[in-house]
């Protein structure tokens, strides 16, 4: 594999292919290495983000108080009904014209977060339903404020139902950190796109970007079961 | 825990205490006094409103209208279940005074037997956790479910979830009980150990406040018996006349039903 037999890959395609593509991968693999880095610490803000605004709307949804309820419902109707794409564009290069200007980072986080928010919101709506009105009116009939009963008795076997979900969610927002590419976020996916456009090999590099997106959603399913067992030991 | 001072006022008073879901009124007006130390059965049909009014005594339902006085002070209960407002702390600190035994146990699954038990006195009475610990094994040992203390309440029998559950209550050292018919929920053969646990509290001096169909039970363990019809009070007076020779017609037929039925089985 001589350097020059590397150049007549990279320009006749395919037919060249096995003779410089693993050349082609050693030379560029570094650079998905801080992409990859994007991707984990947008993805870890995203999917705490997006559990924070869900648990509020869910716990606003489900306390019998309108002034509480509609602005829940308005955020929900809005967002699942809008595209994410159209979601990070209004936030991103939108907001500015408010005089909220966020750099891309964080824009792309708020914009992940808000969005999965509104899915995680229904997720714990359905598991708040799914516990028995007598587990919290027991906690009430004990002295425990409303708080202390969702806290200390109620969320903790909502977590438990809602795990299988609550991970297909996060794996969503992981894969959906690759539409920050268009907000210049040096993430896996624009990162690609740069190689791909100075090598011309893009079923390499789409394929080595695959895997790596999915050894991301795997470690986070694996993580994801291993505490739904942990959970499920007590009962 | 009878207190020889108070014994002769009510611990608690309910005046033409009335509850309305949508238009249906399920309590029409019901007045009653508990004193210290009394053991009160509360008998009627299904849906007659009994358990309606226990529940609005720790206001898990609130009323519509009337008075509630507990220890004596009355309950703000209008201000009640808003989320924010300072009488809901006083709510809960009403409520901590009451324990309640429901109908379905209600242990909370996710918590050991002696976690249950703990909960409260810790979160709620921020009861030290070792002290609350020695509390509830030494009210486990006296109901003789002290090896269960680890154990998950899944892992239980009904009549062992149900004992649990009025140690938990137990455990707030409340000055009344409230039991919503809590056997029966139970396989028949689980029913007699429960039952022998609430005449022992009786038998302790608890202040109790019983809906039952156990009319056997009643008879023997209430000093007063109060029958329920359509949300007013149809009957009442010591157990032995209300339930051996009731005045009212109704009070007659239910139990002639009830008791017929309990013999049938």
Same mark, same amino acid.
């Given at each position: 594999?001589?350097?020059?037999?590397?150049?007549?890959?990279?320009?006749?395609?395919?037919?060249?292919?096995?003779?410089?593509?693993?050349?082609?991968?050693?030379?560029?693999?570094?650079?998905?290495?801080?992409?990859?880095?994007?991707?984990?610490?947008?993805?870890?803000?995203?999917?705490?983000?997006?559990?924070?605004?869900?648990?509020?709307?869910?716990?606003?949804?489900?306390?019998?108080?309108?002034?509480?309820?509609?602005?829940?419902?308005?955020?929900?109707?809005?967002?699942?009904?809008?595209?994410?794409?159209?979601?990070?564009?209004?936030?991103?290069?939108?907001?500015?014209?408010?005089?909220?200007?966020?750099?891309?980072?964080?824009?792309?986080?708020?914009?992940?977060?808000?969005?999965?928010?509104?899915?995680?919101?229904?997720?714990?709506?359905?598991?708040?339903?799914?516990?028995?009105?007598?587990?919290?009116?027991?906690?009430?009939?004990?002295?425990?404020?409303?708080?202390?009963?969702?806290?200390?008795?109620?969320?903790?076997?909502?977590?438990?139902?809602?795990?299988?979900?609550?991970?297909?969610?996060?794996?969503?927002?992981?894969?959906?950190?690759?539409?920050?590419?268009?907000?210049?976020?040096?993430?896996?996916?624009?990162?690609?796109?740069?190689?791909?456009?100075?090598?011309?090999?893009?079923?390499?590099?789409?394929?080595?970007?695959?895997?790596?997106?999915?050894?991301?959603?795997?470690?986070?399913?694996?993580?994801?079961?291993?505490?739904?067992?942990?959970?499920?030991?007590?009962? | 825990?009878?207190?020889? =001072?108070? +014994? %002769?006022?009510?611990?608690?008073?309910?005046?033409? @205490?009335? &509850?309305?879901?949508?238009?249906?009124?399920? !309590?029409?007006?019901?007045?009653?006094?508990?004193?210290?130390?009394?053991?009160?059965?509360?008998?009627?049909?299904?849906?007659?409103?009994?358990?309606?009014?226990?529940?609005?005594?720790?206001?898990?339902?609130?009323?519509?209208?009337?008075?509630?006085?507990?220890?004596?002070?009355?309950?703000?209960?209008?201000?009640?279940?808003?989320?924010?407002?300072?009488?809901?702390?006083?709510?809960?600190?009403?409520?901590?005074?009451?324990?309640?035994?429901?109908?379905?146990?209600?242990?909370?699954?996710?918590?050991?037997?002696?976690?249950?038990?703990?909960?409260?006195?810790?979160?709620?009475?921020?009861?030290?956790?070792?002290?609350?610990? =020695?509390? +509830? %094994?030494?009210?486990?040992?006296?109901?003789?479910? @002290?090896? &269960?203390?680890?154990?998950?309440?899944?892992? !239980?029998?009904?009549?062992?979830?149900?004992?649990?559950?009025?140690?938990?209550?137990?455990?707030?050292?409340?000055?009344?009980?409230?039991?919503?018919?809590?056997?029966?929920?139970?396989?028949?053969?689980?029913?007699?150990?429960?039952?022998?646990?609430?005449?022992?509290?009786?038998?302790?001096?608890?202040?109790?406040?019983?809906?039952?169909?156990?009319?056997?039970?009643?008879?023997?363990?209430?000093?007063?018996?109060?029958?329920?019809?359509?949300?007013?009070?149809?009957?009442?007076?010591?157990?032995?006349?209300?339930?051996?020779?009731?005045?009212?017609?109704?009070?007659?037929?239910?139990?002639?039903?009830?008791?017929?039925?309990?013999?049938?089985?």
């Amino acid at each position: 594999m001589s350097s020059s037999g590397q150049d007549i890959a990279s320009y006749s395609g395919m037919y060249n292919a096995v003779d410089g593509w693993w050349n082609q991968i050693e030379v560029y693999l570094p650079l998905f290495v801080p992409a990859s880095w994007v991707v984990i610490q947008v993805s870890v803000l995203s999917i705490v983000l997006s559990w924070a605004c869900g648990l509020v709307c869910a716990l606003a949804k489900t306390s019998g108080y309108r002034v509480l309820q509609y602005p829940a419902e308005f955020y929900l109707w809005f967002v699942r009904g809008t595209p994410l794409l159209t979601q990070i564009f209004l936030i991103y290069f939108g907001l500015p014209q408010l005089g909220i200007r966020l750099d891309p980072f964080t824009a792309g986080v708020v914009a992940l977060g808000v969005n999965g928010g509104a899915y995680v919101a229904e997720i714990i709506r359905g598991g708040l339903l799914g516990i028995p009105q007598g587990q919290r009116e027991s906690a009430l009939a004990l002295g425990m404020t409303y708080w202390q009963s969702m806290r200390r008795i109620v969320l903790p076997q909502v977590v438990r139902i809602i795990i299988p979900p609550i991970t297909n969610d996060a794996a969503s927002t992981i894969k959906n950190t690759s539409l920050l590419s268009t907000i210049t976020i040096m993430e896996l996916m624009l990162q690609t796109q740069v190689i791909v456009s100075s090598t011309f090999r893009p079923f390499e590099f789409y394929i080595l970007v695959s895997l790596i997106y999915l050894a991301m959603t795997t470690v986070l399913m694996v993580g994801m079961r291993w505490a739904e067992r942990r959970h499920a030991i007590a009962y | 825990m009878p207190d020889a =001072a108070t +014994a %002769e006022s009510p611990i608690l008073q309910l005046r033409g @205490l009335r &509850k309305k879901f949508g238009d249906l009124e399920v !309590l029409k007006g019901v007045t009653i006094d508990v004193r210290q130390g009394e053991v009160i059965a509360i008998v009627g049909v299904s849906g007659s409103g009994k358990s309606t009014l226990l529940r609005c005594v720790n206001l898990l339902e609130l009323p519509t209208d009337g008075d509630i006085v507990f220890d004596g002070k009355r309950v703000p209960y209008e201000s009640a279940g808003h989320v924010f407002s300072s009488a809901s702390r006083d709510i809960s600190r009403l409520r901590a005074e009451i324990g309640m035994v429901f109908q379905q146990f209600n242990l909370w699954p996710h918590k050991s037997v002696i976690e249950n038990v703990i909960e409260a006195p810790i979160t709620v009475r921020k009861i030290p956790r070792a002290k609350a610990i =020695a509390d +509830a %094994e030494r009210l486990l040992d006296s109901i003789g479910l @002290l090896e &269960k203390r680890d154990e998950y309440p899944a892992r !239980l029998s009904g009549g062992q979830q149900q004992r649990v559950a009025i140690v938990r209550a137990l455990a707030m050292k409340p000055k009344l009980m409230l039991f919503d018919e809590a056997t029966s929920a139970l396989d028949p053969e689980l029913v007699g150990e429960v039952l022998a646990l609430m005449a022992k509290l009786a038998e302790e001096g608890m202040t109790m406040m019983v809906v039952t169909h156990e009319i056997h039970f009643a008879r023997q363990v209430s000093d007063r018996t109060i029958f329920i019809d359509a949300g007013l009070i149809e009957e009442e007076g010591p157990s032995r006349e209300v339930l051996n020779n009731p005045r009212s017609e109704r009070t007659r037929q239910f139990l002639d039903r009830v008791l017929h039925d309990r013999g049938v089985e």
